[in-house]
């Protein structure tokens, strides 16, 4: 789960239950489902209303008019309402997307037929609703006008080039990252991860580069998204100080050792 503001540990190890769910769920229904590939910003409710969906590959966006919600990512399940039944809500592909499409008809056949089945899709309801509600207690103090923006990359692909003129921090949601300077192997980067916090603060050029080892979904702060982030994500903006702080200290470090 993607969130726009820093999420308690309880309510992460929600998610990942959740997460645990829908998978027993997807492999109970599996042959049952149509896989479905979708072009970027396609509207998901629109595409396959009154049945259940499964994301297999993709970001969507959850939005209420104009107010992002929460974003859903690879593995979630979406019960989808019928046809004029969405009352405002949207849920938009970030990129394209691919997903598994189950027809209302059929789910709840499977369901009366299978008592584990639906032990774990009640249990996976519970969850949703609880993490809803919680989500709903982190925002509803008041609006968060943050919209993050989240930049897909395969593998192979250069995220941070070295000697480039600095624009942007990122922060790893999901893959990993090798980090080369001069063509040397530094570090790799991974999910939950910040970087490019250095030249980012400095205004120097980019000192290494960052490369997709794995596809990567990464989140992307510029200059105006950082004040407002500074706001509703105090937790990651200590983490980039906290990075950067030691990554000045072990430069020091290896400035004073003797030659």
Same mark, same amino acid.
């Not at 999420?7 to 992460?12: D, G, H, K």
């Not at 105090?234 to 906290?242: N, S």
């Given at each position: 789960m993607l969130t726009l503001m820093d999420t308690p540990p309880f309510l992460e190890d929600m998610e990942k239950k959740a997460k645990q769910l829908a998978f027993a769920i997807t492999n109970a229904l599996n042959g049952k489902g149509e896989?479905?590939?979708?072009?970027?910003?396609?509207?998901? +409710?629109?595409?396959?209303?009154?049945?259940?969906?499964?994301? =297999?590959?993709?970001?969507?966006?959850c939005q209420h008019e104009d107010k992002t919600i929460r974003l859903y990512s690879s593995g979630d399940l979406l019960l989808a309402p019928g046809?004029?039944?969405? $009352?405002?809500? *949207?849920?938009?592909?970030? #990129?394209?997307? &691919? =997903?598994?499409?189950?027809?209302?008809?059929?789910?709840?056949e499977a369901l009366i037929a299978d008592r584990d089945l639906l032990s774990d899709w009640l249990a996976y309801q519970n969850l949703e609703t609880r993490i809803g509600h919680l989500l709903c207690s982190l925002y509803i103090a008041e609006?968060?006008?943050?919209?993050? &923006? =989240? @930049?897909?990359?395969?593998?192979?692909? /250069?995220? =941070?080039?070295?000697?480039?003129? !600095?624009?942007?921090?990122?922060?790893?949601?999901? $893959? *990993?990252? *090798?980090?080369?300077?001069?063509?040397? !192997? %530094?570090? /790799?980067?991974?999910?939950? &991860? /910040? #970087? $490019?916090?250095?030249? #980012? #603060?400095?205004? %120097?050029? @980019?000192?290494?580069? /960052?490369?997709? +080892?794995?596809?990567c979904l990464v989140q992307v702060i510029d200059q105006q998204q950082f004040i407002r982030i500074m706001k509703y994500r105090p937790a990651l903006v200590d983490g980039m100080i906290r990075t950067l702080c030691h990554r000045l200290v072990d430069l020091n470090v290896k400035l004073s050792a003797p030659r």
């Amino acid at each position: 789960m993607l969130t726009l503001m820093d999420t308690p540990p309880f309510l992460e190890d929600m998610e990942k239950k959740a997460k645990q769910l829908a998978f027993a769920i997807t492999n109970a229904l599996n042959g049952k489902g149509e896989a479905q590939l979708l072009l970027r910003e396609s509207e998901l +409710l629109a595409v396959s209303p009154s049945s259940l969906i499964h994301i =297999i590959k993709g970001v969507f966006r959850c939005q209420h008019e104009d107010k992002t919600i929460r974003l859903y990512s690879s593995g979630d399940l979406l019960l989808a309402p019928g046809a004029g039944e969405a $009352g405002g809500l *949207s849920i938009t592909s970030e #990129f394209g997307a &691919e =997903i598994s499409v189950v027809g209302k008809d059929a789910f709840l056949e499977a369901l009366i037929a299978d008592r584990d089945l639906l032990s774990d899709w009640l249990a996976y309801q519970n969850l949703e609703t609880r993490i809803g509600h919680l989500l709903c207690s982190l925002y509803i103090a008041e609006e968060v006008k943050h919209q993050p &923006e =989240i @930049r897909q990359y395969e593998e192979g692909f /250069v995220i =941070i080039r070295e000697d480039d003129n !600095p624009q942007e921090v990122y922060e790893m949601i999901t $893959g *990993s990252a *090798s980090v080369t300077a001069k063509g040397y !192997p %530094l570090s /790799v980067i991974k999910s939950g &991860e /910040v #970087f $490019g916090e250095l030249s #980012f #603060f400095t205004g %120097l050029k @980019r000192t290494a580069t /960052v490369q997709a +080892l794995e596809p990567c979904l990464v989140q992307v702060i510029d200059q105006q998204q950082f004040i407002r982030i500074m706001k509703y994500r105090p937790a990651l903006v200590d983490g980039m100080i906290r990075t950067l702080c030691h990554r000045l200290v072990d430069l020091n470090v290896k400035l004073s050792a003797p030659r």
